[in-house]
């Protein structure tokens, strides 16, 4: 599977969505990552498969490829 690079998805993220991509690639739960930026958990992984709608990967560790290869690491 080859994840292409395409910088013009990044500008389709919201702040907030490039914030929880940084946070999931430190490791973080959806849990952890919903107290820190005071939300509800659903509410984080429903941005999350936003995310990966937004970036066309499949799963998170596809999402922290995609966004070192797109510069947002």
């Known amino acids: 599977m080859e994840i292409k690079s395409n910088r013009e998805k990044t500008t ?3 702040e907030r ?3 929880i991509i940084k946070y999931i690639a ?3 739960t959806d849990d952890a990552i919903s107290n820190e930026i005071g939300c509800a958990t659903p ?3 429903q941005s999350v498969s936003r995310i990966l709608q937004k970036t ?3 799963n998170r560790p596809a999402l922290i490829f995609w966004a070192c290869k797109n ?3």
């Open 12 to 14: 389709e993220l919201t």
């Open 17 to 19: 969505e490039k914030l």
């Open 26 to 28: 430190a490791g973080w």
């Open 43 to 45: 509410t984080v992984r």
């Open 56 to 58: 066309d990967v499949f």
């Open 71 to 73: 510069g947002l690491m």
